[in-house]
C-alpha cells in the first residue's frame, strides 16, 4: 500500500522559509518512473501543481515559483523535502505531496497525502 | 502552454442524476488526460486516466471520453458520496490542472 504523509509547520511569518517533509511508504523513489511532487490549494481555490523530483534526482519547477523553490529528495529516508522562500500571505494555502508516476511520457498523481495547511501570517 | 478549462464550474444536480463535465484543451492532446475528484476537506484521487480507463476501485458509474481538446466526465447515476469538485490534469504535462467543477446538491 502507498501512502504519502506531510509534515511541517502550520504558521509561518511573512518572509520566512517555509520547509516541507513528505514521507512516504510502498514504492522507492529510485524505481525508474517514479517520481514526487508537491501541488498546492489555496481555501476555496483550484489546484496548483508546485514542483517535482525524479528517480533520477530531475527536479522541474512551476514557471511562477521557481525562484522561491527546492525540491529535494532522500531516498533512504523515504522523504521529499520542499522549501519555499519568502512566504507571502498569498501562499497559505494545502500543500499536498503525490506520488506522480511517469511512464510513455505521461504523468499521473497518484496517491496524494492528506495535505498540511499552511498559514502565512504575522 | 496548453491551458485547461472545465465546464460548467459548478452544477447543482440531484441524487439519481446523469452529470456530464467537460474539459476542454486549448491544443489537442490526443487522449492524454486525467480526472480527480476531491471531497472537501479530503486530497484529490484519482479516477480515470488516458481519458476512458478506470482506476482500480472507481464505481462503474463513472465513465471519461473524448481526445484532442475535448473530454467529458460522466457520472450516470449520481450517488450522495459524489458531491465533490471534479479537476481534469493534461497527462503529458504535470504541471496543468483544469479550474475544477464542484458538483453540489440541489
Known amino acids: 500500500q502507498v501512502t504519502l504523509r506531510e509534515s511541517g509547520p502550520a504558521l509561518v511569518k511573512p518572509t520566512q522559509t517555509l520547509t516541507l517533509t513528505c514521507t512516504f511508504s510502498g514504492f522507492s523513489l529510485s524505481t525508474s518512473g517514479m517520481c514526487v511532487s508537491w501541488i498546492r490549494q489555496p481555501p476555496g481555490k483550484a489546484l496548483e501543481w508546485l514542483a517535482l523530483?525524479?528517480?533520477?534526482?530531475?527536479?522541474y519547477y512551476s514557471t511562477s515559483l521557481k525562484t522561491r523553490l527546492t525540491i529535494s529528495k532522500d531516498t533512504s529516508k523515504n522523504q521529499v523535502v520542499l522549501t519555499m522562500t519568502n512566504m507571502d500571505p498569498v501562499d497559505t494555502a494545502t500543500y499536498y505531496c503525490?506520488?506522480?508516476?511517469?511512464?510513455?511520457?505521461?504523468?499521473?498523481?497518484?496517491?496524494w497525502g492528506q495535505g498540511t495547511l499552511v498559514t502565512v501570517s504575522s | 502552454d496548453i491551458q485547461l478549462t472545465q465546464s460548467p464550474s459548478f452544477l447543482s444536480a440531484s441524487v439519481g442524476d446523469r452529470v456530464t463535465i467537460t474539459c476542454r484543451a486549448s491544443?489537442?492532446?490526443?487522449?492524454?488526460l486525467a480526472w480527480y475528484q476531491q471531497k472537501p476537506g479530503k486530497a484529490p484521487k484519482l479516477l480515470i486516466y488516458a481519458a476512458s480507463t478506470l482506476q482500480s476501485g472507481v464505481p462503474s458509474r463513472f465513465s471519461g471520453s473524448g481526445s484532442g481538446t475535448e473530454f467529458t466526465l460522466t457520472i450516470s447515476s449520481l450517488q450522495p458520496e459524489d458531491f465533490a469538485t471534479y479537476y481534469c490534469q493534461q497527462l503529458n504535462s504535470y504541471r496543468y490542472f483544469g479550474p475544477g467543477t464542484k458538483v453540489d446538491i440541489k
Open positions: 491544443q489537442g492532446i490526443s487522449s492524454y
Open positions: 523530483i525524479d528517480w533520477d534526482d530531475d527536479k
Open positions: 503525490a506520488r506522480t508516476l511517469y511512464s510513455s511520457g505521461w504523468y499521473w498523481f497518484d496517491p
